[in-house]
């Protein structure tokens, strides 16, 4: 598809000018002979969220099959609610992606860290090893737009990335979400950009542009990294 046809909303001030509802499909699914994959962003307020979903590199797309969220929902919660679909398949391999501080923050229910938490719970559901594709260090904010951006319309005009309309925290982002006077998204509306900002450590980490993100680990089996 191409977004010419349906031009961007340059000069809207919204962050993702190349979003549009030819991004939304009723067809997107599940695909099993695919990798999981697993996004999220920490944040108790307005709550945990978590996206699933899956990239194939053989045709350059990204899906948005759907969400996890609960208002003020917490880590423990979120992933009470993301079991039965981890568990719903055999997949080749379940990635798991987020924020780099993901790895530093401390839990004030555990003392352990979110991916800590995450690890420690697919281990308890019988999930004994998973991709953790998070970076050192997040890119800047603006590079990340930047880059979901051309994830959903590259300059060719080529779309890659298709969402289920279940998914409507994230289609809300992609929709509304602004950029303030320094060209960063507008978090000034606390129940926006939590989504997006999944969606787009996902992207960055897999499609940057330039080049490949220096990246933190590799597979990790429980009590081990390689």
């Known amino acids: 598809a191409m977004y010419q046809q349906r031009p961007t909303r340059i000069g809207s001030g919204l962050a993702y000018k190349r979003f549009t509802d030819r991004h ?6 599940y695909n099993k002979s695919l990798p999981l994959q697993v996004s999220f962003d920490f944040n108790i307020s307005p709550g945990m969220y978590c996206e699933l979903g899956h990239y194939d590199e053989h045709t ?9 969220y609960g208002e003020r929902a917490d880590m423990i919660e979120c992933l009470d609610k993301l079991t039965p679909i981890l568990l719903a398949h055999k997949w080749p391999e379940i990635q798991i992606f ?22 420690n719970h697919l281990s308890r559901v019988g ?10 260090s997040n890119p800047y904010v603006i590079e990340r737009v930047s880059i ?6 590259d300059l060719g005009g080529v779309h890659h990335t298709r969402i289920h309309p279940r998914c409507t925290r994230l289609i809300r982002d992609m929709t509304e979400l602004k950029t303030d006077e320094h060209g ?33 680990v590799g597979t990790v089996l429980f009590g081990r990294e390689y």
């Open 24 to 29: 939304i499909s009723d067809s997107v699914d």
């Open 60 to 68: 350059d797309q990204f899906t948005v099959v759907e969400e996890v």
């Open 98 to 119: 987020g924020d780099a501080t993901g790895g530093t923050q401390h839990s004030t229910q555990t003392g352990r860290t979110n991916y800590e938490m995450i690890r």
């Open 127 to 136: 999930i004994h090893a998973a991709m953790f594709r998070v970076p050192q």
């Open 184 to 216: 960063h998204p507008d978090k000034s509306n606390k129940e926006l950009s939590h989504a997006a900002d999944a969606f787009g450590y996902r992207v960055c980490y897999q499609r940057p542009i330039g080049g490949p993100m220096i990246q933190q």
């Open 148 to 153: 979901v951006n051309d994830a959903l319309a």
